[in-house]
């Protein structure tokens, strides 16, 4: 599969080579390092998304917290397009209130090196991708837990348009695994989902929905959907401040879960940056 990213990435140089000899003399390409904005959408509601963000579980006494996000490192501009590459790393953390203490639970490793388009009203991205989860400490000891390995290295392609009629966008995309545990050989993950609305009821706070669905092959192609309300508050150009309910159904995102499923509903804080 590395080698089909080789591919891909040779002739996503060869179409900016293209673009670049179609540039006029009056529009040379510029490159510039760590853009303030990001070319991509957010896949909004996706819980593996890479933020940094604290949610209640309401059936229980569970939280789940993400410290990571994604940062752009390099941006080259053309006159009608764009190219951005970067990281984004997050450890996803599950969390038991117990007495006295919060209990880590379990905890997940995520990290993209992500590679993004920008032609107009559509986006795209590809690049490789790691996902380890584990149980903490904590759980082994207290709850007498006893791990799998499951980890996926993977390879991604998405696009997203925006559309002005929804206020907002869709997103559509596919992770192809090369290297799997514990399950081989069902390496498809499809994914889609939406981010709309963005209306404005106060200066400072916006009105949004999203949808995200995931596909998993992995799990006989069972799904993870979460469907998301929420409020965007104090926006800034660099940052804001988001509050959500999601409603989340089907298989569980951690990989020591796998096979499990539920359904779980989610009040949360995020820091989108």
């Known amino acids: 599969m590395i080698r089909y990213f080789k591919i891909f990435l040779v002739l996503s140089l060869v179409a900016v080579s293209s673009a670049l ?8 390409p510029h490159l510039s390092f ?4 990001k070319i991509f959408p957010l896949f909004t509601a996706d819980g593996l998304a890479h933020q940094l963000s604290l949610s209640r579980v ?8 993400a410290v990571g996000g994604s940062v752009p490192m390099l941006q080259l501009n053309l006159s009608n397009a764009a190219m951005q590459a970067g990281v984004a790393v997050t450890i996803f953390n599950r969390l038991i209130k117990t007495p006295g203490h919060l209990t880590v639970y379990t905890i997940d490793y995520k ?4 590679i993004d388009f920008r032609f107009g009203e559509w986006a795209f991205r590809t690049g490789l991708g790691h996902i380890s989860c584990h149980f903490a400490d904590d759980a082994l000891e207290m709850f007498d837990k006893h791990s799998i390995q499951h980890v996926n290295d993977y390879f991604t392609i998405a696009a997203a348009r925006d559309i002005e009629a929804i206020g907002g966008y869709v997103y559509a995309g596919f992770n192809y695994s090369y290297g799997t545990q514990p399950i081989q050989y069902r390496p498809w993950l499809l994914q889609c989902g939406t981010t709309f609305g963005n209306i ?16 998993k092959q992995e799990v006989g192609w069972g799904s993870i959907q979460s469907y998301q309300l929420g409020c965007r508050v104090l926006p800034r150009s660099h940052a804001s401040l988001r509050l959500a309910y999601t409603f989340r159904t089907g298989f569980d995102d951690r990989g020591q879960f796998y096979l499990t499923k539920s359904s779980i509903n989610l009040i949360s804080a995020f820091l989108d940056f």
């Open 21 to 28: 000899c179609n540039d006029n003399i009056d529009s040379l």
């Open 34 to 37: 760590f853009p303030a904005k």
């Open 58 to 65: 309401t059936e229980n006494r569970e939280w789940i917290g």
């Open 111 to 114: 990290v993209d090196f992500p």
């Open 200 to 215: 404005p009821v106060h200066e400072e706070v916006t009105l949004y929905g999203a949808i995200d669905i995931k596909v």
